[in-house]
């Protein structure tokens, strides 16, 4: 088999999607005509200048927001026929999400954090546990559950943000400026467990403005005015 | 949907999530402890006050229309020496009342003597009734030793006594009365039963405060035979003379529907055959009705109380409930992009609200039930403490929790979860 002959399964696919904000009589176009595949295994950075869109977009992807116009598909099942129930269910079976400023639960401790899309899915708490430890190890904080966020280093906390959005097992991971509240050290560290994950054919899409990041990904999509302006491949 | 250990996790959150803010999680309590407290107050006094009414009126005889003599006031037959008032119930108005009630459980005629009672050196002031057999049913007392009058010592004018209970204590402390004699005034009468204590009722005794028991009874004919009609008070130097057939006579009535109707006949009655009011008609029925409207008065102030203090309580807690949700809208996008649904956050918040109204529930019903313990000591009410009280108090709780909970969980759950996570 040659990589190009058989392309992989779609995870997200945006069919001619617009996201139009009305506010009063002027509207706002956040997403003006975006058709773009993302396959499984794939590990995209989405770049562009500060309101062209890529927040939109990913909440888009994400589910949390829903298209004015165009398709969105999740593992072939479309967003548009979804009420608000089945769109939850959606997120919490099929997306992981990683946010700028962590958003960890402050009342919960670094294993109960994790633990949390779990609560919405019906999943046995013994098995529930299991996995969010052996997250934990795996973003080495097995040492640290019964911390409370704040007692946690930005990089500390971002990594139990990390593990918290691996636990449902999703078939796309998110992550909107996930290092732009990190220093330099960290946001590596936080870029080779994004590695990691690529290598075991994670999907991967990364929001972010620093070139350095978008660099470590495989390709790039650039957003203009809520359209896409270019896609370049870093590899 | 919510398995019961979905159910227990939410609750922990709850708990936990207000744990966070552990004095405005109190103080938010407090309404709820106030209101409740006072439900369980109420419930415990307002079910004691009934029993006592209850307990009042068993004494008294719910069945029974008592009519009793008073003196007019001054001054009917006088004379500048001696003094002679005439009043009061006859042994006509007796009569009349027996030949109006054919069906009546009884009717007792009752005369009330100032007898001394002496046994050796023992003497006494007792209250001497004459009175027939029927006293016995009529007012529920019960005989300890030996029998009640009957009717052949009423035809035979017998002399025979039967004796309350403190006064066969103090005239035969060491052996039974029953077959000895008493001398009441200048006659010896043979005692032919002795009576079991009762509590003293308080408003219907002329003597309140005093033991009721300190009576004898004998038959009225022997009665009227030996004292007559005519009774001498000597009063500050003058000496008052008193003719008064009978004292009282109670009518007890077959059924307690009647009592009313019959109360109402009776006065009807009696004001055509007495110029003067010379008498009293008392009702323990009509006490008892007149009593609890004043009571439910009482309940109906205590209701106002906790149902004000519940809903300050309840407006308190939703209150604060609003910023506990305005604070946590961050979390609220959160979880709704991990998964969650508006159920989820609407039964994560009304569960917390369900704690705080609980929370203050409970530490209301521990309040709520020392409060009747305090009334008991500082007053004669003798709260009475049920099951049921601080059931319908939890329930209240919860219930309160429910409603002021669903508007701030409808606000959280209806939240856009974009504009939640950019909330700041
Ligand atoms: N809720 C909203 N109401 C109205 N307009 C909005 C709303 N959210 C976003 N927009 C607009 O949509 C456009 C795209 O915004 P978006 O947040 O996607 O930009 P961005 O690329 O993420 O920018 P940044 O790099 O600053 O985060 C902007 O012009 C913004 O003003
Ligand atoms: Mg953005």
Redesign the interface.
């Known amino acids: 088999m040659t990589g190009t002959a058989t392309l992989a399964r779609p995870v997200a696919e945006l069919i001619d999607v617009s996201r139009v904000y009305q506010m009063g009589t002027n509207e706002v176009r956040a997403l003006d005509g975006i058709d773009c595949v993302f396959r499984d295994g794939d590990y995209w950075s989405i770049m562009g200048s500060s309101g062209s869109g890529k927040s939109t977009m990913l909440?888009l992807l994400?589910c949390?927001?829903r298209p004015t116009h165009g398709e969105y598909l999740v593992d072939g099942i479309s967003v548009g026929d979804l009420d608000?129930?089945q769109l939850?269910?959606l997120?919490?079976?099929h997306?992981g999400?990683i946010?700028q400023s962590f958003?960890l639960?402050?009342?919960?401790n670094v294993l109960e954090n994790i633990m949390?899309?779990l609560?919405?899915?019906?999943v046995p708490?013994a098995e529930g546990e299991a996995r969010a430890v052996e997250l934990a190890r795996r973003v080495g904080l097995d040492d640290r559950l019964d911390h409370r966020p704040k007692e946690l280093s930005g990089g500390q906390q971002q990594r139990v943000a990390i593990a918290?959005s691996l636990v449902?097992q999703p078939s796309l991971l998110l992550a909107d400026e996930a290092t732009g509240n990190l220093d330099t050290a960290t946001t590596a560290e936080i870029l080779d467990l994004f590695d990691e994950l690529h290598d075991e054919g994670m999907t991967i899409l990364l929001v972010t403005h620093e070139a350095d990041v978008g660099s470590r990904t495989s390709q790039t999509l650039w957003l203009k005015d809520g359209r896409v302006d270019k896609v370049l491949q870093n590899r | 949907m919510f398995?019961n250990?979905?159910f227990l996790?939410t609750f922990r959150?709850g708990v936990?999530?207000l744990?966070?803010h552990k004095l405005r999680s109190m103080l938010t309590t407090l309404g709820m402890l106030f209101g409740v407290a006072s439900v369980v107050a109420m419930l415990a006094i307002g079910e004691g006050a009934s029993k006592e009414a209850q307990d009042q009126i068993k004494q008294l005889g719910s069945q029974n229309i008592i009519l009793r003599s008073i003196k007019p006031p001054e001054d009917m037959v006088s004379n500048q020496t001696v003094r002679v008032s005439v009043y009061g119930l006859t042994v006509a108005d007796f009569d009349r009342i027996k030949a109006t009630y054919p069906w009546a459980k009884s009717v007792v005629p009752v005369r009330m003597l100032q007898q001394e009672a002496r046994v050796g050196k023992r003497l006494l002031n007792p209250r001497v009734l004459a009175t027939t057999p029927t006293y016995l049913e009529a007012t529920g007392r019960v005989i300890h030793e030996g029998r009640f009058l009957n009717d052949r010592d009423e035809a035979g004018f017998a002399n025979v006594c039967v004796l309350g209970y403190e006064v066969a204590r103090y005239l035969f402390p060491f052996e039974s009365p029953v077959g000895k004699r008493v001398k009441l005034g200048a006659d010896y009468f043979h005692v032919i039963g002795t009576m079991l204590p009762r509590v003293p009722i308080g408003s219907d005794q002329p003597d309140a405060g005093t033991a009721v028991t300190e009576e004898i009874l004998i038959p009225l004919s022997t009665g009227r035979l030996w004292f007559g009609d005519m009774q001498v008070k000597i009063r500050s130097g003058s000496r008052e003379m008193e003719q008064v057939e009978l004292h009282e006579i109670v009518l007890a009535v077959d059924r307690p529907e009647s009592v009313l109707v019959a109360a109402a006949a009776t006065r009807e009655m009696m004001k055509r055959f007495h110029k003067d009011i010379d008498y009293e008609v008392v009702v323990p029925l009509e006490l008892l009705l007149r009593e609890e409207a004043t009571k439910r008065i009482f309940k109906i102030v205590l209701a106002s109380i906790a149902g004000i203090s519940l809903l300050v309580g309840g407006i308190g807690i939703m209150n604060v409930m609003l910023a506990t949700v305005t604070e946590r809208t961050?979390?609220i996008?959160?979880?709704?992009?991990?998964?969650?649904?508006?159920?989820?956050i609407v039964m994560q918040f009304l569960v917390e609200t369900v704690v705080l109204s609980v929370g203050g529930g409970v530490l209301g019903i521990g309040l709520g039930l020392a409060i009747p313990k305090i009334v008991e000591v500082y007053t004669d009410m003798e709260p009475v403490l049920t099951v049921a009280a601080p059931a319908l108090a939890f329930a209240i709780s919860v219930g309160v929790g429910l409603l002021f909970g669903m508007y701030p969980a409808w606000r959280a759950a209806n939240m856009d979860?974009?504009e939640a996570?950019r909330h700041e």
């Not at chain 2, 996008?333 to 159920?343: E, H």
């Open positions: 909440n994400g949390i927001d608000d129930d939850s269910e997120r919490g079976t997306i999400f946010f958003n639960i402050s009342q919960l949390v899309p609560f919405y899915l019906d708490p918290r449902n | 398995g250990n979905t996790r959150l936990k999530s744990m966070l961050r979390e996008g959160v979880r709704r992009a991990l998964g969650a649904k508006r159920k989820h979860p974009v996570l």
